[in-house]
């Protein structure tokens, strides 16, 4: 079966860029998602097909998909952006999720 | 768009629970639905998914769950089921139920460029002896 690795924390100083990957076998054939998962809330899609934005979502959230490696990239890093962070693609007609990320902002 | 998780609570282990999400604001019949779970602490597990019954309304679910687990639908009242059998303590989670963002199409248009756009609050089961 298909698998996404993330790595599990990931510690910012607010300002800074924060990159958080996404790593599958040939991840760069498939398109990825991104969801944002602050305590006790549910997912909220911040990156979809890789690199587009829903409306609402901040300027300083951005994708990129290339080789193995999806990438989620947050420049300016806030605290309200501390969270936790998982991608998301599809084996054929199975979704997959990656083990999420904790950005802690600090 | 909105989407109610209901039916979840404390339930022995071995038996049966069904969770409803009842969804509105949208054509409901047009959409795929999505279950996914997530262990307290733990990170987000797809459990399966409905196609709209212009396409068939075929399920698909993680091979884990394959077998104890039904997702189903009922477009006249815009919810979707998921009936869960033979619980185990490890089914302990918040399930939640997502919708695509854009109506279903064929078999042969769904590419993978997918993505779950709107999410329910989350219902909690327990599954305890």
């Known amino acids: 079966s298909y698998e996404l690795a993330q790595p599990p924390s990931l510690s910012v100083s607010p300002g800074q860029t924060a990159k958080i990957t996404c790593s599958g076998d040939?991840?760069?054939?498939?398109?990825a998602s991104w969801f944002q998962q602050r305590p006790g809330q549910s997912p909220v899609l911040v990156i979809y097909q890789d690199d587009k934005r829903p409306s609402g979502i901040p300027e300083r959230f951005s994708g990129s998909n290339s080789g193995n490696t999806a990438t989620l990239t947050i420049s300016g890093t806030q605290a309200m952006d501390e969270a936790d962070y998982y991608c998301q693609t599809w084996d054929s007609s199975s979704v997959v999720f990656g083990g999420g990320t904790i950005l802690t902002v600090l | 768009v909105q989407l109610v998780e209901s039916g979840g609570g404390l339930v022995q282990t071995g038996r049966s629970l069904r969770l409803s999400c009842t969804t509105s604001g949208f054509t409901f019949s047009d959409y795929v639905l999505s279950w996914v779970r997530q262990v307290p602490g733990k990170g987000l597990e797809w459990v399966g998914l409905i196609r709209s019954e212009d396409y068939g309304g075929t399920t698909e679910y993680a091979a884990s769950l394959r077998g104890r687990f039904i997702i189903s639908r009922d477009d006249s009242k815009s919810i979707a089921y998921l009936q869960m059998n033979s619980l185990k303590s490890e089914d302990t989670a918040v399930y939640y139920c997502s919708r695509e963002a854009r109506p279903d199409v064929s078999s042969a248009m769904r590419g993978g460029d997918e993505y779950f756009q709107y999410w329910g609050q989350g219902t909690l089961v327990t599954v305890s002896s």
């Open positions: 040939k991840l760069e054939d498939k398109f």
